[in-house]
């Protein structure tokens, strides 16, 4: 029985045992909901999410590229692999570099 995780994303059609998954588990989300390419898997059940953005330099009157990597818990119903596009939705912290959890696989 999967549950509504009230952030409008599809619910996945696989079931999964995993206690830390926001819909067949029991983990919350609340708070940012950012969007990623998987630019690692190697971990357990975790995948490194990268998210590149333009930072305005006043100086030069021009953007820089820069990117944020955060680390997401990868649930076995999703299955993230390296170079998907996902979504990520904050939670509580996991571990000590954890803090979000993958909601979403946009695109393979």
Do not use: W
């Amino acid at each position: 029985m999967a549950r509504n995780i009230g952030l409008g994303v599809p619910i996945p059609e696989k079931e999964c045992e995993d206690a830390n998954c926001p819909f067949h588990g029991t983990l919350p989300v609340r708070g940012q909901v950012i969007t990623g390419k998987v630019v690692s898997d190697r971990m357990n059940a975790t995948v490194v999410v990268e998210r590149e953005y333009l930072h305005y330099v006043k100086k030069y009157n021009r953007y820089e590229k820069r990117r944020s990597r955060y680390h997401a818990h990868n649930t076995p119903c999703l299955n993230a692999r390296v170079g998907d596009q996902v979504r990520i939705a904050e939670c509580r912290p996991l571990s000590k570099t954890k803090n979000f959890v993958v909601v979403e696989v946009m695109k393979k």
